[in-house]
């Protein structure tokens, strides 16, 4: 092979060469990124940006749809006294709270504010239940704004099972003979659980035919044992 052939061919090899390196150059720069959970796009069939799909979180628990707190009622008792009955929602089918605070601003006919009343509780998932604030003490009282301020969500699995606590109603009606108060409730709480609890909860929510809300009250039941049925009874002393 002459010189003149020799340089021709390696000139040839070395454009190939190169041909070749730039082209894996243009690939490499061309391909789209790797799909992932964590570029907050919707993608790769995610039901949500990064969640849901080929993702390990759900969107439910990446973004839990938040607790509803409804003002329901105003009941005045008595002069300068009034109960409050709210209502909690939680939409969520696996996100729960351990816990929550919320608050309640409270204002007068002409939206002054009268005071701030803070408290604590908690909701399972896919649950609707009264809340009762009893017993505040202002001159009036006429709206109402609730907002929960914080918020320990849980995600609840298949061992995490609500507390099978059920209600029966006994008797309502006016005290019976030789009683006082103005009206009464007796019922029974039943617990099915095979665990003891400290204390039970138990909010009473009276309506009209209508099922507009009369009265209201709550009360509490200590060291409830495993099984154990407890009739319970609450008055109401005030006309309503």
């Not at 009268?114 to 649950?127: A, D, V």
């Not at 109402?144 to 309502?172: C, G, H, Y």
């Not at 909860?201 to 154990?228: F, G, M, P, W």
């Amino acid at each position: 092979m002459t010189a003149r052939a020799r340089q021709v061919l390696f000139g040839t090899f070395a454009i190939l060469v190169v041909g070749i390196i730039g082209y894996g150059i243009f690939l490499i720069a061309a391909r789209p990124p790797a799909l992932t959970c964590f570029d907050n796009i919707q993608n790769q069939n995610e039901e949500g940006p990064d969640c849901g799909g080929p993702c390990s979180v759900t969107c439910e628990e990446k973004n839990p749809a938040p607790i509803s707190i409804e003002p329901l009622k105003i009941i005045q008792t008595k002069e300068n006294t009034f109960d409050i009955v709210l209502q909690l929602e939680n939409r969520n089918q696996f996100m729960g709270t351990v816990g929550f605070d919320y608050r309640l601003e409270l204002f007068d006919s002409e939206d002054n504010l009268i005071t701030i009343k803070n408290g604590r509780s908690y909701i399972w998932p896919h649950e609707k239940k009264f809340l009762i604030e009893s017993t505040i003490v202002a001159p009036t009282l006429s709206s109402i704004k609730a907002r929960i301020i914080d918020n320990q969500w849980k995600k609840f699995d298949e061992s995490d099972v609500a507390p099978a606590l059920t209600v029966s109603l006994k008797r309502m009606g006016g005290p019976e003979t030789g009683q006082i108060g103005f009206y009464q409730v007796e019922a029974a709480l039943k617990n099915e659980n095979l665990r003891d609890y400290p204390f039970v909860d138990i909010n009473i929510v009276l309506v009209d035919a209508q099922n507009n809300i009369i009265a209201a009250t709550k009360t509490q039941l200590a060291q409830v044992k495993s099984l154990e049925e407890r009739l319970f009874k609450v008055i109401w002393f005030n006309p309503f």
